[in-house]
Every structure is written in C-alpha cells, then in structure tokens.
C-alpha cells in the first residue's frame, strides 16, 4: 500500500488524487510530484519540530508545513506563490472547522430541546399557572389544561 502523499512542486500543497492536474491552491496546471517519505513520517516530523507530546496532537497545519520544506528542493518550487496558497488552504480550513462546529453546536441544542410528543416540534410552550386555574375552573379538575405542563404551538397537543 502506497502511503505517500502527492503535492504541487509550485506551491508544495498536498493533494488528494494524484490524476487531478490542476492544483486547488495555486490553480497551476502541472503534474503532481510524489513525496520522498510515506505520510506518517510528516507527522512524526511535525511532532518532533514543533514539541508535541503525542503524535495525534500535530496539527494538519504543522503536517503541511514540513512537506513544503521538501517541495523547496523542487526547480519549479516558488516562495511567493507558495506562501499565498498555504493562505489561501488556511483559510478554507479555517471555515470548514467554524461551519463544522457551529452545526455540531446546532445539533446539540436541538438535542435538549423538549419535543411535542405528537409532532415532534420544538416551538412548545409552558403552561402557565393562571392558565391552569382558568382551565380548572371552566371545565373542572378533568380539565386537560389543569393537568398540563406543555403545549405545542406546531399542533395544539397539551401534556
């Protein structure tokens, strides 16, 4: 199994299909260079470099950086563009962590919502004591108001 990793030797970017020509970072059309060393030796270089204590604990960042070091040695390699498409990949990055944790933010405060258990809606509302008082006194103790917490605003239901 091949675990070595394929980048721009412009720009020295990692890519994740070899075949694709065109490079996402720099937007160059060039054939992707293989790496010298197989994938976990990047990590292992970024855990020694930037002092981590655990291998998982290296950022794809830290990663990244130690492959465009072996892209430098490339002739085609160019700092300028090489500095604006690690930019550009931070960036990018940068957004897909906030998008990804403000929807698993979203997620979890759905999940303690309470629920109509008739519909499933979260727009319910607490019954209120006079409500209830009101209830009980117009139809009695039987009242389905009286003896309510909820109603759901969706469909009507009480419990």
């Known amino acids: 199994m091949n675990n070595k990793i394929w980048y721009c030797p412009i720009c020295g970017m990692s890519k994740q299909l070899y075949s694709n020509t065109i490079c996402d970072w720099c937007g160059n059309s060039i054939k992707m260079v293989e790496s010298i060393h197989p994938y976990i030796y990047y ?6 470099i930037y002092s981590k204590d655990f291998l998982f604990n290296v950022t794809e960042e830290e990663k990244q950086s130690i492959l ?29 962590n906030t998008t990804y944790f403000q929807q698993l933010n979203k997620n979890t405060e759905n999940v303690n919502k309470p629920k109509c258990p008739t519909c499933g809606s979260t727009d319910i509302n607490k ?15 039987l009242s389905k108001t009286a003896k309510s917490q909820f109603k759901c605003s969706n469909c009507g239901y009480k419990w």
Request: net charge positive; aromatic share 8%; no cysteine.
């Open 68 to 96: 465009i070091e072996e892209a430098r040695n490339n002739p085609l390699f160019n700092e300028a563009t090489s500095k604006q498409a690690f930019h550009k990949w931070q960036k990018q990055s940068s957004q897909a």
């Open 43 to 48: 990590s292992e270089q970024a855990q020694k």
């Open 127 to 141: 019954i209120s004591t006079a409500s209830k008082i009101i209830g009980a006194a117009t139809f009695g103790l």
